[in-house]
């Protein structure tokens, strides 16, 4: 090609060669040049128009989860880009691959506080993965080229480009056949063998042994590999929050979710086990507790992509850096095959005792709707029509989702994990729903979350995206602040009550049809109703006010120590339980 | 609390030094000294950072972790060279003024300027010869003084960096296949 482009013409270019279908964005003055050139590719790039670049952020970072691809992003110079601020945080926490693409404004005017002007590179450094300052035309095919190859490498994550508009204006003869200049960045090293004989030897020697994976087993399609490694040892498995959809929770191996709000036998079995084998998951402390006193018998084995993760939070004996696919397969080849039935049986024998969901079928007798009928029904019907993704956004009902519904399938659960944002849940399910056009995707907020970012209800309208349905968990509450005040602040509920606009109706001045249930019979007949509308729909479920998520380990507090349950009025000490350890019949021996 | 000396090269472009001292300061690291400048490698820029530290495992990581970071080594128990410079101002009056020649002298310091009441001295040496030497000038009254920070390089053949040979490309970018 040796014709001239436009900076905007190639940045449109650049965006089909590396694969992008669809961006979520808005326009502004200094991304103008963009939006003018991008008429003419309509065909191959769909814009969807979103109603603030927080929801754009979001929504290509549930694209990029769901598909698997870059989910692209757009905003302005000033504020378009510091909108797209929280969105970028919570892509890098979670490490889910986008790029951000900004327009910034025109080179003779950076640096002296123009109109619109916000150093973008200089605020999202410590959130992006990497980010890019073009003033040089020449430079754009080489830079979109990194930052796809960035972003969606190694440990996949966000990546910003923000783009002076003269640049965007200007023209040239673009160099495709560009290199990347990259001799820092090695995404793609080998782990060493000798760290892989090491764990399989402290596996092998394990009386007590216990899987724990993260996100990184999703990111990498390890989930054939997680089920063939588990069964091949007999090693039960827990999942954590990201980890959720990475082993099936029916199968007999799958103890569920650990940490904070994980169940009793699951932290159990973490502080009890003599070997942890961590596969993608980064040891948060959500997930640890207070970390010296976590998992305090446990030798640690510790596979991650990056580097830097391991040792960072939790004392690690054997560090593996690489793929979590790449790992598990070489391991797999000289893995002895164990025995370790009598440890499950002990798991299993705790998880009889302290029945999971005890808490949430104490049903006071007043109640006529329940978070956790909502959940349950919701969980059935998911799973018998199948095709589902669900999103979660950030509160009480994002752990309630994560706890009452069976998850089987890797890629559809999607949650806010690292930085927790709620308004994450709408603009995230609308990315998902973009993706995955066949399958169903429940959006389940809260009523303060949902508050948030519901203007990107309008986007969905207008976009004609129909398979996205909204559960609203309507307490009246920002209930997990109010459940902390109530647990530990003697019910000062202060900044918790919230009042919400009639949802149904907000639903319908947006054209979207919307319903509320306030009774536990009207629940299944609701979820089957949204199935059956074609279009996107609002159930505002009104429940029960003041329940709580349980069981919960105080902030600060070690997984060992779990409330489990807060008769009202709250009793001055918590509920808390203990075990007696499974005697190890043989000291563990430990070799390499 | 132990003081540790990192050395990294960087490729030489605009922000990378930001995202490398941000980084010490959103881990929590304090900068005792920072040396940045051009090495044998076009392109290629070397910093070196004496932190503050007991550990600095992470922090090594996580610079090592930033794109533009090409190597990252922390010498602090290697045998190296430490240099620094520094430039002082200090009163020298007619009485005085043979004395501190005489003590530049010991030193191995130099006179760079001298005034009618004042005198500009290079000295250079190890980070402990300099403390030593900016002691002795102190009661001749130091009314400047500026550091360098320390530059430190690993002795013997062997490079802080692991890798002996870079290619340099037409266009002056290292290689991605270099410095691996």
Redesign the interface.
Known sequence: MSEKLTGAQIMCEALIREGVEVMFGIPGGTIMPFYYAMYDYQDQLRHILCRHEQGAGHAADGYARASGKVGVCIGTSGPGSTNLVTAIANAYMDSTPIVAVTGQVATSLIGRDAFQETDV??IT??IT??NY?VKDIEELPRVFKEAFY?ASTGRTGPVLIDIAKDVQQSSTVPNWNV????????PDRTFDHEEIRDAIALLTEAKKPLMIIGNGVLMSGATEEVRQFAEHMGVPVVTTLHGIGGFPEDHPLSLGMPGMHGWVHVNRAIQECDVLFNVGSRFDDRVTGKMSTFAPNARIIHVDI???EI??NIRTDIGIVGDARAVLQEMLKEMPQRDTHEWVEYIRQMQEKHQPKQHYMQRPPEASLMPYDVFTTLSRIINERGNYRVVADVGQHQMWTAQLIDWHKPRTHFSSGGLGTMGFGLPTGMGVAVAKPNDTVWVIAGDGGFQMTNQELQTIVQEGIKNIKVAIINNGYLGMVRQWQELFENKRYSGTPLSCPDFPRLAEAYGIRGLAVDQASAVEDAINSAYEHDGPMVIDFRVEREVNVFPMVPQGKSIGEMIVGAPNPVPEVPRTVEETPMPIETPLVVKG | MKRHTIIAL??DQ??VL??AV??FR?RGYNIASLAVGHTEIPNISRMTVVVESDEV??VV??L????????VTDVTYESTVDREMTLLKVGALNGNRAEIVALCEVFNAKVVDVSQESMIIEMTGSPAKVENFIEVMEPFGINEMMRTGIIAMVRGAKTSHTHKTYSV?GNG????E???
Request: proline letters at 6%.
């Open positions: 590179t200089g450094m410590p993965k990497h300052l960035i290199e990347l200049n990259l001799p820092g960045y090695h990056d580097e830097s040792g960072k | 960087m490729q605009p922000g930001n995202r941000s980084l959103r495992e992470q990581k996580q090592d972790r930033l794109i533009e970071v090409v190597n490309e970018r290292v290689s991605t270099a410095l691996k």
